[in-house]
């Protein structure tokens, strides 16, 4: 796969998270085509987000000539209605934006195509979204011990979810066990949180009935938890968000090709044929079978980190460096400019910022995050697309089309 995805007229780089699934594509890189390669990966100023020491590691050892663009929250607010401009939809997170400007320093230097380990995770069940799944399903039948070793392996790049929340998490995923025949099982929390940001809206879409019947009709009636969960991964997050807002919609922004070797379809034939104890142990060792593939040719570092998804800063990201918003924040916030756009609730949203408030040091929880961005992101569309102002700051691309062609009664 990765040999095939190599084949091009000019020059291929690779991108390097710092994980495991891009530093398997690039070790494969490195034995097909020896020699000094591109690589390039994003670096952040929050040391929560920042995994650069790992791909500094990865690039030293193969000897890779390694960009790295260092990103702060400045930078997320300063890019961020360009790259939306690019995505085109609403967003619930600002992991785009890094991924915008990662596309554009690739360009820079000359690279039009590059390699990713995008899809890994799905393909080989690697999210701790799996084990969870796992977890929740197995609930009754363990003992309050067993059901706390688990946990404390679940979602290690979480602040929350550590020694202190036990009692909590205990409790939150106990009262989630039920239904695990139902085939929106696996994603019962992830839907919760959709569900509390669609409360900004005049109108919700029916995400959840419809995801439903694309489950039941795809035959996933009667499927294990943890596959029904996969195929649930695939057509929404990742076809949705992952490979196109935050993956070719950034990089062909700037005319770079993404290429994902995992997503091959012979790879993906091979991993479903696999038993899940090949992909996910009983200890909740991840990505199982690529790890032991791999052990002797990957710095032992990569092999045995925590899992570490790809994140960026949220709702700090918009925050002034005195406190409260950045000033174009706090205008597409004002409640004048709110009740001007028209799929918006506007009383929830206004309740929303004001519970979020002007204080920085304020705890915003996950789901008041994406709430937030959801918010933003949609004001900022309305005026770039419905408006036709186009984004703030530098012109991105083309400026907006000037004339709309109305199809009406059109057979």
């Given amino acids: 796969s990765v040999q095939r995805r190599l084949r091009a007229d000019v020059e291929v780089g690779v991108m390097l998270s710092g994980g495991l699934d891009s530093a398997i594509v690039a070790q494969l890189v490195h034995q097909t085509q020896p020699g000094r390669m591109q690589s390039f990966s994003i670096a952040f100023d929050d040391p929560q987000f920042d995994e ?75 999210y701790d979204l799996f084990k969870e799944t796992r977890l929740r399903t197995q609930w009754p039948s363990l003992t309050s011990t067993q059901r706390r070793e688990h946990l404390r392996g679940l979602y290690p790049y979480l602040a929350h979810f550590n020694e202190t929340n036990l009692d909590a998490l205990e409790a939150v995923l106990g009262r989630s066990a039920q239904g695990s025949d139902e085939l929106l099982f696996s994603h019962a929390l992830r839907l919760e949180n959709g569900r509390f940001a669609q409360r900004l809206l005049r109108a919700a879409a029916p995400e959840t009935s419809s995801l439903a019947a694309a489950a039941k009709a795809a ?100 925050r002034a460096p005195g406190g409260g918003w950045l000033p174009w924040v706090d205008a597409l916030l004002d409640p004048a400019a709110l009740a001007a756009v028209a799929p918006l609730d506007d009383k929830m949203a206004n309740r929303l910022v004001a519970k979020l408030g002007k204080d920085a040091n304020k705890a915003v929880s996950p789901r008041e995050e994406q709430a937030l961005v959801l918010l933003l992101s949609l004001c900022s569309l309305d005026r770039q697309l419905v408006h036709r102002q186009g984004p703030t700051g530098p012109r991105q691309g083309r400026p907006p089309l000037s004339r709309a062609l109305v199809l009406q009664n059109f057979a």
Avoid: C
């Fill in 219 to 318: 035959g996933l009636a009667g499927v294990d938890a943890v596959t029904r969960a996969q195929w649930l991964e695939v057509h929404s997050l990742m076809q949705g968000y992952l490979l196109s807002s935050q993956g070719d919609r950034m990089a062909f922004a700037h005319g770079v090709e993404p290429r994902n070797p995992f997503l091959a379809p012979d790879v993906v034939e091979f991993a479903s044929r696999l038993p899940e104890a090949s992909h996910l142990s009983d200890q909740g060792n991840e990505k199982r079978l690529l790890k032991q593939a791999f052990a002797t040719l990957l710095p032992p570092r990569i092999l045995s980190k925590p899992k570490q998804p790809y994140r960026a800063p949220d709702a700090a990201a918009f």
């Fill in 52 to 126: 650069s020491a790992d791909q500094q590691l990865l690039a030293r050892t193969l000897g890779f000539d390694h960009t790295t663009v260092q990103v702060g929250s400045t930078h997320i607010a300063g890019a961020f209605e360009s790259a939306l401009w690019h995505a085109e939809v609403p967003q619930f997170r600002t992991a785009f934006v890094p991924m915008y400007l990662l596309s554009r320093r690739i360009r820079e230097a000359g690279i039009r195509v590059v390699l990713s380990g995008e899809g890994a995770d799905e393909v080989f069940l690697g």
